[in-house]
């Protein structure tokens, strides 16, 4: 069993993080030891780090809630549970192309700029009237 604090190093989480996601009862059947403090089993270290994977997915805290509730259910909700990861992916997909693009222009640039640093090409801009 694991204490919040080590909880929160093996899932790479802040502990206000992984108390409000208890608060809001993403982390279905904490457990508490004798003093009262919430524990964590491997179970829900795993479950934890799901957690963490659907909110950078950009999943919201309702729609996290309601992966969890369709989980919970167990197998008979797993094509809706891949219906809802497919619609994610393909929402990063995009996101991930919007951002190679923005990555090869400023390669682009970049080469650029040492091309004309180094005299191999004549600087021009296209702000700059020549």
Known sequence: MYSMKET???VNMSYQTLKFYCNEGLIPNVKRDRNN???FD???INWIKS???LKNCGMSIKEMKNYLDLCLQGESTIPIRKEILKHKQEELLK???KIQSSIDFIDWKQH???DV???KTK????LIKS
Do not use: P, V
């Open 95 to 97: 996101e991930k192309e």
């Open 112 to 114: 650029f700029y040492d």
């Open 123 to 126: 600087y021009y801009s296209n």
């Open 42 to 44: 491997d179970n829900d």
């Open 117 to 119: 640093l180094s005299g």
């Open 51 to 53: 957690l963490y994977c």
């Open 37 to 39: 403090y919430r524990i």
């Open 8 to 10: 929160c190093q093996l």
